[in-house]
Structure formats: structure tokens, C-alpha cells
């Protein structure tokens, strides 16, 4: 069975972004890019929620044709027109090919997802969609990129999940920016 793993930056107490969404705090260099590739390299499917889809689909689809493109930028560009998208919206009607919108029985669906042949799901940022599949306990793994700040108020990445859930560490890693990538598998 194909796992399900959350992947997202997140601050030492545990926001996913600033109140309004904002995101200028996260840390990212070519250490961490090439770091994360290796996650992306072992998935064939990506699930967005509806925002972080229109953020993602409104940069990757020619991020590798600009002028000032990057290592990162080709590559993950690549990555994304080759992946299957699925974005779990109720308003979004229009994508793109290799996009499916899910909605209505999402805990089937996404069930059926996994069960189907292919290499692993990421799910990328998007937080309510994130807390909702782990209510649901549909998400595996969680990979976690914890950046070096106390935002004291936010969007937090961890809020009414449901019941308690153990974590057995897989791996985590130091980078030289002082984020800590850590990797976890749900135990319950």
C-alpha cells in the first residue's frame, strides 16, 4: 500500500504560516531543495488543498522557464508536470490535466488512492486539508521541516487531529540554517 506522508515547514511551536497566511519566516536554500528532493524523487502523487493548489499551480507549471531559474526550479518543476495532482476542494471545478479534484467520501477516496499501485503520496503544506486526513487518519508519515522561530500566533499545523496519535521517529536532520527536518511514522 502506497503511504500517505504530510510534508511541511512549520515554526518551533508548531504554525504553519502567520496569521494572514504569511510565510517569509520559513528557511530555504539549495541544502534543504536538494534534501527534499529525495522525499519528492520517492512520489509519483501529490494532494494540495484548495490554496496551497492555486499557489503551486500558478508558479510550477513555468517556473523552469524563467531566466533566473534554479536548480530547484527546473527540477521540481519537472517533478510537478509529471505527478498526479489531486486537490480536495468543493469550489474549485477547473484544472489542469493530471489534476482530480476530490470531494464528497474524501476518507474513500483517498483510501482507494493509496490502495492503488504506485510510490508514495505527499502532501504538500496546506494544514486544514493536513489536520482533516490525520482526523481521518489517512496520513502515514509526517515530514517536517522545523525552522528556528517562535511566531507565538498563527495557522497552526496540528489542530483538532483528533485523538492522540504516537510517532515513531524515522530519521531527522540538521541543516547548516538551523532547521530540523523530522520524519515520523504514525503509530495509531
Known amino acids: 500500500m502506497r503511504k500517505l506522508i ?18 517569509h519566516w520559513v528557511l530555504v536554500d539549495e541544502e534543504i531543495f536538494n534534501y527534499t ?9 501529490a494532494i494540495y488543498g484548495r490554496v496551497t493548489y492555486q499557489i503551486m499551480d500558478g508558479y510550477w507549471p513555468t517556473a523552469a522557464e ?17 505527478v498526479e495532482k489531486y486537490v480536495l476542494s468543493n469550489t474549485v471545478t477547473q484544472v489542469k490535466p493530471k489534476t482530480t479534484v476530490l470531494n464528497g467520501d474524501i ?14 503520496i505527499i502532501l504538500f503544506g496546506s494544514p486544514s ?10 496520513v502515514d508519515e509526517l515530514c517536517l521541516l522545523v525552522n528556528p522561530i517562535l511566531l507565538g500566533k498563527g495557522m497552526p499545523y496540528f489542530k ?5 496519535k504516537r510517532l515513531r521517529l ?16 504514525i503509530l495509531d
Open 6 to 23: 504530510a510534508h511541511a515547514h512549520i515554526s518551533l511551536d508548531g504554525f504553519a504560516a502567520g496569521p494572514n497566511g504569511e510565510l
Open 37 to 45: 528532493a529525495q522525499l519528492t524523487n520517492q512520489a509519483d502523487a
Open 66 to 82: 524563467q531566466p533566473n531559474a534554479t536548480k530547484h526550479d527546473k527540477e521540481h518543476a519537472a517533478w510537478y508536470g509529471m
Open 107 to 120: 476518507a474513500a477516496k483517498i483510501t482507494l488512492l493509496k490502495s492503488m499501485p504506485g510510490k508514495d
Open 129 to 138: 486539508t493536513a489536520q482533516a486526513l490525520m482526523r481521518m487518519n489517512l
Open 160 to 164: 483538532d487531529i483528533g485523538e492522540q
Open 170 to 185: 524515522i530519521e531527522s536532520h540538521v541543516f547548516s540554517s538551523g532547521v530540523t527536518e523530522v520524519h515520523y511514522h
